[in-house]
């Protein structure tokens, strides 16, 4: 029985390098491949794979980010294999609680067995995705919390606290965030996507009110019926911004606010 694999990895070459050495093991589909968490979680979403091959180290959403967003959203998990380039990590626990790890570089015995340890683990009563969730909430309750998003504004970088932030909006791959308070601006994230963003702030405090906005619910000053059963909200900032609601959200504006 070939196994459907998805390779996620930052580095085009590892992708390449694990591909070729996947290729000549045989009876491994490898269906698709990205390049950062949020490409993970959707290409797992749509593929269904049987065994992911998930880079633990990678910018914005890392490998452990993924399997508590696939945890989160109750999606099926596959099999999962870390990469690393380095063993500080927990690597027994890795070899207790997902199908395997591999160091990088890859070596073709080592990939060959993680296909295999994989392979015995597709008995569904083989094993359980609890252990592999305890791990991924230890892990994330041990991750330093920072309080500081980085912005760019004027040439400049500032450092600017979660709790001052009003909303986030994107257009044409850009972020802008408006911030409130004494030294209230308008400055724009690194990140790559709102969900990128979204996964560096506290979830208690943002929410994804549109696929282009996200914003800080204490900073939301009043909530605008708009046409056809929807709102807007208009924020905090010196602008007053009106930002829409989509319809998917509108249930959770109604949860959060008791309307």
């Not at 085009?12 to 591909?19: G, H, V």
């Not at 180290?57 to 945890?71: A, C, N, R, S």
């Not at 906005?213 to 929807?230: A, D, G, M, T």
Request: charged share 30%.
């Amino acid at each position: 029985m070939s196994l459907s694999t998805v390779i996620v990895d930052d580095e085009q070459l590892a992708r390449d390098e694990l591909a070729y050495l996947l290729k000549g093991i045989g009876e491994v589909d490898v269906v698709a491949q990205g390049k950062n968490g949020v490409e993970a979680v959707n290409l797992i979403r749509e593929h269904n794979p049987d065994l992911v091959f998930l880079d633990v180290q990678m910018p914005g959403l890392d490998g452990f980010g993924v399997i508590k967003k696939l945890l989160d959203r109750r999606l099926p998990l596959p099999k999962i294999v870390f990469a690393t380039a380095f063993d500080q990590y927990a690597v027994k626990a890795f070899e207790v609680n997902a199908v395997d790890y591999l160091l990088k570089p890859f070596d073709k015995k080592r990939v060959a067995q993680s296909v295999q340890k994989a392979r015995a683990k597709l008995d569904p009563e083989a094993a359980s995705s609890d252990k592999l969730e305890t791990l991924v909430r230890m892990l994330e309750s041990q991750k330093p919390q920072t309080s500081k998003i980085l912005l760019k504004a004027a040439g400049r970088l500032f450092l600017v606290d979660q709790k001052d932030i009003c909303f986030a909006s994107i257009e044409d791959g850009i972020i802008s965030v408006a911030t409130t308070g004494p030294a209230s601006m308008e400055g724009q994230s690194n990140c790559r996507t709102l969900e990128e963003l979204l996964d560096s702030l506290d979830p208690n405090l943002f929410w994804r009110a549109h696929r282009s906005y996200l914003v800080n619910i204490n900073r939301i000053k009043e909530v605008v019926p708009w046409f056809k059963s929807s709102y807007q909200l208009r924020m905090d900032d010196k602008k007053q911004t009106e930002v829409p609601v989509s319809r998917a959200q509108t249930k959770r504006l109604r949860e959060l606010f008791g309307l």
